[in-house]
């Protein structure tokens, strides 16, 4: 489904990614921890194509696609969705109405029929529920005025309503209270099926108590130090991000000697 | 030979030398203005005597009044002795008795405009009195309109066939000594609509007018008058477009509104005129004056307006708001692009008791364009229980356009009730970031979220013009972000 090779990426000259291999299949939820700086939301905007990011060397596949070559747009048409991490707010465009476009914009490029009135309502009727969302909701100005917690559960009804082939989720359990997280992780969970993939980026291990990964891979100063099972979650929850740093330091000490 | 016939001659000889600008033969004054060209304008539109007088009035009052400067729009000095008063298509004495008759050219035109004139007949519910430089050379639907008592014609028809109405309500709301651009206009406008609507009755359509400019160098004034009597409604469209110029015209109507008791008056534009190339060349300077009176108790006037074009807006939309419960709305929606400056807003003036306004100005800022809201809100020391809204935004895209507001509040009354918001937000990567992370491309994302900044004055428009409206707005901002 996603297979990152040797990804060096720099913002403003500056080397943040030096050098991501990682391959995800399809139907894998795979997880990535690290310390704040460590590279991670960089990772998660440069696979979703935001600008300001200047890839040095590597490649990205998705399908049979070169990412790096599609606009942003193509990528989410493709189905790739970015849950962000700061949810952006527009006012005067409803949260309802750019669902639609949005899920238009899909169908369209997928060559099929705009859904009519009555079967998008159904659908975003049977989507709102597994966030635990009001319809009023649909109403407001999108994420305007929203809580922090209203904002990552709108990113989440919005996966859901575009269905995406490729997850990626930038600190969605940040700033959300242990209530949120739960209706977060289970609106992820009812999202796992079949050959959809899911990219988890997070600081804090709790998120994986709620969603199991296959795999978790730890980021340090731009590159995976460790990876392992959802068992490495929980080590680092118990030793902290140190332990693994200094393992990082003197592995690539070893490595020099 | 007539007098009317003897003042052109004289001008002909003169120094009138007949060229035609486009393939239409034109009729057009030569440059300069003195008594003697308003004497000429007021000759061939076969003005009754009063009209003379009041044309000769209102110069007068121009002559010693000056250019105002106070607007936020910077522009080189106007000659306005360099400027042609008048400007008409060929014959207007006989005028085409119907569209068979009207020169195919002129039909061409308004095809490319959107409002084929051999179609209109077919298109349900709007009538159009088209206004092709100053004068107006086909109207339709009159007789529809005429059965329920509606005059609905073009001016210089309603000076002739309708004087006591005329005389009556010309310049009851906008005397000539108004404001500069207001006496430049009474003293030379060529021609406009005039509309009456009859106590009770409810107009059956949307009456709608189409202004070009054509003629290089020409300005255009039209003057448009509409009486509402008591109990009556009606609802007027206005669009105006304009071909490409490369030197800047001047455009200075004048419109009045007049609500008696329990009438309304429903007044939209949508105005898209040149509005000069990427580098500010070119581009119609529009300096408009544009009030309603409601005059009776429970009358109501609304302006809705939709400015996309012109190189220079000069424009506030007013209500005197005599009458008791009587109300007035100001919704707009002003788009500055490239070198594009407007200075737009409104007046609203409570002077009767238990009046209302509402204020809802959208200003869009693209490219290097100014954009300012300037309004009054004045009640009066006699109008008990007046109350006001006004909301003004700005949205701004880029860092090289510019968003000013303001608002000014004379209030006399204690009782009054005074609210202001205002809002500036900024069109930026995140959101089209977002958007496109979404699947909409940065063109549907930003027309999106025009259009939803937009809305409240959108759905104040009809159906169709609000329509075009959006559209508009699309292709004004092509290219302005990124």
């Not at chain 1, 060096?8 to 030096?18: A, D, H, N």
């Not at chain 1, 989440?156 to 995406?164: D, H, N, T, Y």
């Not at chain 2, 005059?295 to 939309?317: D, F, H, L, M, N």
């Not at chain 2, 356009?401 to 205002?422: F, M, S």
Request: aromatic share 8%; net charge negative; with cysteine.
């Amino acid at each position: 489904m996603l297979s990152i090779s040797d990804l060096m990426v720099e913002v403003g000259g500056k080397p943040i990614l030096k050098g991501i291999n990682l391959n995800i299949a399809a139907g894998e939820v795979h997880a990535i921890m690290g310390p704040n700086g460590s590279g991670k939301s960089t990772l998660a905007n440069v696979l979703a194509g935001r600008e300001g990011y200047d890839v040095m060397r590597g490649s990205v596949t998705y399908g049979d696609h070169d990412l790096l070559a599609l606009t942003p747009e193509e990528r989410a048409r493709e189905g790739l969705f970015l849950a962000f991490q700061y949810p952006v707010e527009i006012p005067g465009v409803t949260n309802v109405y750019l669902i639609k476009e949005a899920v238009n914009a899909q169908r369209k490029h997928r060559g099929e029929s705009e859904l009519d009135a009555i079967d998008f309502l159904k659908l975003v009727r049977q989507k709102l529920q597994l966030v635990e969302m009001k319809e009023e909701f649909l109403h407001r100005p999108v994420n305007h005025g929203f809580s922090g917690g209203e904002k990552k559960r709108n990113e989440i009804f919005q996966m859901a309503m575009i269905e995406p082939r490729l997850a990626i989720l930038d600190e969605t359990d940040s700033g959300l209270d242990i209530d949120a997280l739960k209706v977060v992780a289970s609106g992820v969970n009812a999202m796992r099926q079949g050959d959809r993939s899911i990219l988890l980026v997070t600081h804090y291990q709790r998120l994986l108590d709620y969603i199991e990964p296959d795999h978790v891979h730890v980021l340090a100063d731009g590159r995976f130090v460790k990876s392992g099972d959802k068992h490495l979650a929980r080590e680092l929850e118990e030793h902290g991000y140190g332990w693994l740093e200094e393992q990082a330091d003197s592995g690539a000490g070893q490595s020099a000697a | 030979m007539s007098s009317a016939t003897a003042e052109i001659s004289a001008l002909v000889d003169r120094e009138y030398k007949e060229g035609f600008v486009t393939d239409i033969e034109s009729d057009t004054l030569p440059p300069g203005l003195d008594e003697q060209v308003v004497r000429a304008i007021s000759a061939k539109k076969n003005d009754p005597p009063f009209m003379l007088e009041w044309r000769l009035e209102a110069f007068r009052r121009w002559q010693a009044m000056v250019e105002p400067s106070w607007a936020h729009v910077d522009y080189p000095p106007i000659d306005f002795q360099a400027i042609s008063y008048y400007s008409a298509p060929r014959s207007p004495e006989d005028a085409p008795k119907s569209l068979d008759e009207v020169d195919p050219k002129l039909l061409e035109t308004y095809e490319k405009l959107g409002i084929p004139l051999q179609e209109q007949k077919a298109l349900a519910g709007v009538a159009v009195d088209a206004v092709f430089d100053s004068v107006s050379v086909a109207t339709t639907f009159k007789a529809n309109l005429a059965e329920v008592g509606v005059i609905f014609c073009p001016f210089s028809e309603a000076v002739r066939d309708h004087p006591d109405l005329v005389k009556k309500y010309l310049g009851a709301v906008v005397p000539q000594g108004d404001n500069y651009y207001a006496a430049l206009n009474s003293a030379v406008f060529s021609d406009g609509s005039f509309v009456y609507v009859p106590k009770g009755v409810r107009c059956p359509m949307e009456l709608s007018t189409y202004f070009r400019i054509n003629a290089m160098n020409t300005g255009q004034f039209e003057r448009t008058l509409i009486v509402a009597d008591e109990g009556s409604y009606v609802s007027y469209l206005e669009g105006c477009t304009a071909p490409m110029r490369d030197e800047n015209q001047l455009h200075a109507a004048v419109v009045e509104l007049v609500a008696m008791e329990g009438a309304q008056i429903k007044y939209s534009t949508v105005q898209n005129w040149y509005p000069g190339d990427a580098e500010g060349r070119g581009g119609i300077y529009n300096f408009v004056t544009k009030r309603g009176a409601c005059r009776g108790k429970r009358a109501k006037i609304s302006w809705t307006q939709v400015e996309t074009g012109s190189a220079i807006t000069w424009k506030y939309p007013s209500v005197l708001l005599e009458g008791d419960e009587s109300i007035g709305e100001f919704y707009s929606v002003a788009l500055t692009n490239n070198r594009q400056q407007a200075d737009t807003g409104t007046k609203m003036v409570h002077i009767g008791s238990n009046t209302s306004s509402t204020i809802i100005s959208k200003g869009i800022s693209a490219g290097r364009g100014q954009n300012t809201y300037r309004g009054l809100v004045k009640i009066i020391k006699g109008a008990e229980g007046a109350r006001n809204y006004s909301q003004c935004d700005s949205l701004l895209m880029g860092d090289q356009c510019g968003a000013h507001t303001y608002p000014y509040l004379e209030v006399k009354n204690p009782t009054a009730i005074v609210e202001h918001e205002a809002t500036t937000t900024k069109i930026g990567e995140d959101q089209l970031f977002y958007c496109r992370q979404r699947g909409l491309s940065e063109e549907d994302a930003i027309s999106m979220i025009v259009n939803g900044f937009c809305k409240e004055v959108f759905r104040e428009l009809p159906m169709e013009f609000a329509v075009e409206a959006q559209k508009l707005l699309g292709i004004s901002l092509e290219g302005a972000v990124g």
